[in-house]
């Protein structure tokens, strides 16, 4: 009798990852093209947290800022939910950019800094901004 065991054949298949349909709207995450996007800031102390940018015909996302720490990135399932509300609403990027810009009361610990709405060449630029500052 040997003294190793089997092993069980579950273990040698392969496994495959299929997406499935199906899930929340959302937009594209990057663009080459040209983006508007506004900072984030901390209800409390007025800290940078992050970067809600929207370009192209379907991308918009949060970027945090890396110094901003864990509060910069958890705020960011906040704007997300928010970017998701308004895809399946139908808005285009530009108008669920407008529309989130000009919310005075938001959930979670960030809101829009007023006067911050402006142009970056694209996704990487806010990303690189998000990392560096």
Do not use: C, H
Request: glycine share 12%.
């Amino acid at each position: 009798m040997s003294s190793e065991n089997p092993k069980p054949s579950r273990f040698e298949e392969d496994v495959m990852f299929r997406e499935q349909p199906g899930g929340p709207a959302r937009y594209q995450d990057w663009t080459e093209n040209p983006v508007r996007y506004f900072t984030v800031v901390d209800k409390e102390n007025g800290s940078v947290l992050g970067y809600l940018w929207a370009g192209g015909e379907d991308a918009a996302a949060y970027e945090p800022r890396q110094a901003g720490g864990p509060r910069a990135a958890n705020e960011g399932g906040f704007w997300i939910r928010r970017l998701r509300d308004a895809k399946k609403r139908g808005l285009q990027p530009s108008q669920a950019l407008a529309e989130l810009y000009g919310a005075l009361e938001t959930a979670g610990k960030g809101r829009p800094l007023p006067g911050s709405l402006t142009d970056a060449a694209n996704a990487a630029a806010v990303e690189a901004l998000a990392k560096g500052d």
